[in-house]
């Protein structure tokens, strides 16, 4: 059975998965090597009622700080998808720093991590290079992370309170892969 027709019947059929939950990251890295075939041929369709917002500079960086992360640790497209789909949910693709009475409790950066899960330092956590490697390590550690739900792979990594809320951006995050990964 070809690729696409196998992760749309797993897709459909709801594919279970094993694994762990992490609050923080894994040190540990996986050797194995990576699919790179295109995003496109990688993703399932995306899940529920899909939202956008209009990226301004910083926030562009911000993706092509991600796509350079992802491609620095060697992951395929997909990988970055599920990251930047993590930070427009997290942070709307928006470095935060400390935001007083507003912050969620440390949280901090584009994936809103927290110095007090092990995630790093605020000085780090701020760093996009620095915080999507974070995040890839544990997305790595997360078995089948690449034929599940983008919302599943996402929340097993970040632990939130909204599982199901990483799910609504996969479509512009394809889209934003789709324009940056080449360039």
């Known amino acids: 059975m070809n690729t696409i027709m196998r992760k749309s019947v797993l897709s459909v059929a709801g594919l279970a998965f094993a ?53 620095k640790a060697g992951l395929p497209e997909r990988a970055a998808v599920i990251s930047i789909a993590t930070s427009l949910q997290e942070s709307k693709l928006e470095n935060l720093g400390h935001l007083g009475d507003m912050n969620d409790h440390d949280s901090l950066g584009l ?47 970040q632990v939130s309170a909204y599982p199901d809320a990483y799910a609504q951006w996969e479509k512009q995050a394809t889209d934003l892969v789709g324009q940056y990964w080449n360039s």
Not at 39 to 62: C, F, H, K, W, Y
């Open 111 to 157: 994936f809103q991590q927290r110095p007090s899960s092990g995630w790093g330092t605020p000085e780090q956590i701020t760093d996009p290079e620095y915080s999507t490697t974070a995040f890839l390590k544990g997305l790595k550690q997360v078995d089948g992370w690449q034929d599940m739900p983008l919302t599943d792979a996402a929340q097993t990594v």
């Open 19 to 71: 694994g762990g939950v992490f609050a923080g990251p894994i040190a540990a890295h996986a050797a194995t090597p990576v699919d790179t075939k295109p995003a496109a041929m990688q993703s399932v369709s995306p899940q529920g009622e899909q939202s956008r917002i209009d990226l301004n500079g910083e926030q562009t960086a911000n993706v092509k700080a991600i796509i350079a992360a992802t491609k």
